[in-house]
């Protein structure tokens, strides 16, 4: 009988493998560039971790949108600290705009390895600091020091198992890619293990000998189907969102921007949207989303962060929400 851990092995050796074989045959040309731009150097400003090697713009067609009159095309990465920094506007935008808006989450390889030395980046534990910053710039918790504790090599698996989890249920494997985020960003979890992600598969209702199945079978092809995609719609950075509607018109919002942005590209599409309200009592927001920052509690009950976070903290010592704390804040989780 074959081990857990020898499982794990192959498995890991599975997925290198064959990210090794297409880093050689569509990355070869990118090697001078990364030397001079490194995507985990993120620009808090701009709002965006740029990718090497990626300068051009491109124009064009989606897919037609089925079920909904506008459609969001997201790229982003499971360790992209600008796009955990647009957390709190996606899903103020999906609780006023969701009856009129499909996301589809695209996956554009951040990190393939560390092949490189730029913008001061040479290491993993380089990264730490620069998050520790990142995490003050959004306001939104995150702890570099897994970096220095459990250094991720790649954010390629754990973009690799979303991929798998799309394939058992898409509202799921969202949730599965929150999680992980969670796992990185707070728990410092070095997400390419398989213990982690399967605890973070589990979590969300995924099957999890499903996922190791998948992620075997087809999950690297449907990455690799992501990041063509990726460089034909001339993605430079993350986040990159592409709005559309029926008609082919289109609106861009690249980097982190104000959720003022995003709720005027949908109207820009779709003048007729009317806004849903939503109510901003803690016990709604909660119902909807399990777990959330103190900044994304803010942004959707329209309180300041200050006043977010005396709320929080109260209904913590009542026992009503649990508390993660961070050294760079807290996540806030319900217990119903």
Same mark, same amino acid.
Request: charged share 25%.
């Given at each position: 009988?074959?081990?857990?851990?020898?499982? %794990?092995?192959?498995? #890991? %050796?599975? /997925?290198?493998?064959?990210?090794?074989?297409?880093? $050689?045959? @569509?990355?070869?040309?990118?090697?001078q560039?990364?030397?001079?731009?490194?995507?985990?150097?993120?620009?808090?400003?701009? &709002?965006?971790?740029?990718?090497?090697?990626?300068?051009?713009? =491109?124009?064009?067609? %989606?897919?037609a949108?089925?079920?909904?009159?506008?459609?969001?095309?997201?790229?982003?990465?499971?360790?992209?600290?600008?796009c /955990?920094?647009?957390?709190?506007? $996606?899903?103020?935008?999906?609780?006023?705009?969701?009856?009129?808006?499909?996301? *589809?989450?695209?996956?554009?390889?951040?990190l393939?390895?560390?092949?490189?030395?730029?913008?001061?980046?040479?290491?993993?534990?380089?990264?730490a600091?620069?998050?520790?910053?990142?995490?003050?710039?959004?306001q939104?918790?995150?702890?570099?020091?897994?970096w220095?504790?459990?250094?991720?090599?790649?954010?390629?698996?754990?973009?690799?198992?979303?991929?798998?989890a799309?394939?058992? +249920?898409?509202?799921?494997?969202?949730?599965?890619?929150?999680?992980?985020?969670?796992?990185?960003?707070?728990?410092?979890k070095?997400?390419?293990? /398989?213990?982690?992600?399967?605890?973070?598969?589990?979590?969300?209702? $995924?099957?999890? %000998?499903?996922?190791?199945? +998948?992620?075997?079978?087809? &999950?690297?092809?449907?990455?690799?189907?992501?990041?063509?995609?990726?460089?034909?719609?001339?993605?430079?950075?993350?986040? @990159?969102?592409?709005?559309?509607?029926?008609?082919g018109?289109?609106?861009?919002?690249?980097?982190?921007?104000?959720? =003022?942005?995003?709720?005027?590209?949908?109207?820009?599409?779709?003048? @007729?949207? *009317? #806004?849903? =309200?939503?109510?901003?009592?803690?016990? @709604?927001?909660?119902?909807?989303?399990?777990? $959330?920052?103190?900044r994304?509690?803010?942004?959707?009950?329209?309180? &300041?962060?200050?006043?977010?976070?005396?709320l929080?903290?109260d209904?913590?010592?009542?026992?009503?929400?649990?508390?993660?704390p961070?050294?760079?804040?807290?996540?806030?989780?319900? #217990?119903?």
């Amino acid at each position: 009988m074959i081990s857990s851990s020898m499982r %794990t092995y192959k498995m #890991k %050796t599975l /997925w290198w493998a064959t990210c090794f074989i297409f880093f $050689l045959s @569509t990355c070869q040309a990118q090697n001078q560039q990364m030397k001079t731009n490194n995507p985990l150097l993120c620009d808090p400003e701009n &709002g965006i971790c740029e990718m090497p090697g990626t300068n051009i713009e =491109a124009t064009f067609t %989606t897919s037609a949108i089925k079920d909904k009159p506008v459609k969001l095309i997201y790229f982003t990465d499971p360790i992209c600290s600008s796009c /955990w920094g647009i957390e709190p506007q $996606l899903r103020k935008l999906k609780m006023e705009y969701g009856q009129y808006i499909d996301i *589809e989450y695209r996956m554009g390889g951040l990190l393939p390895d560390w092949s490189y030395n730029s913008g001061g980046i040479s290491k993993p534990s380089d990264v730490a600091h620069h998050w520790d910053e990142v995490s003050r710039y959004y306001q939104m918790p995150i702890d570099g020091d897994v970096w220095l504790e459990d250094p991720l090599s790649s954010s390629y698996p754990p973009s690799i198992a979303f991929k798998a989890a799309q394939l058992q +249920d898409e509202q799921k494997a969202q949730l599965f890619l929150r999680r992980i985020k969670e796992m990185v960003f707070l728990e410092k979890k070095n997400i390419t293990k /398989w213990e982690h992600l399967s605890q973070a598969a589990s979590a969300t209702g $995924l099957d999890t %000998t499903r996922l190791k199945t +998948d992620i075997e079978a087809v &999950g690297v092809q449907r990455f690799q189907e992501d990041l063509a995609i990726s460089r034909q719609y001339g993605v430079r950075g993350f986040p @990159t969102i592409f709005v559309t509607d029926n008609k082919g018109h289109q609106e861009k919002i690249y980097g982190s921007k104000s959720y =003022a942005v995003f709720e005027d590209c949908i109207r820009k599409l779709l003048p @007729t949207a *009317e #806004k849903k =309200a939503v109510s901003p009592d803690w016990e @709604t927001l909660f119902s909807t989303f399990r777990t $959330l920052t103190s900044r994304e509690f803010a942004e959707l009950s329209g309180q &300041g962060i200050p006043e977010s976070e005396m709320l929080l903290e109260d209904l913590h010592r009542k026992q009503q929400l649990e508390k993660l704390p961070t050294k760079n804040g807290a996540l806030w989780i319900s #217990k119903y």
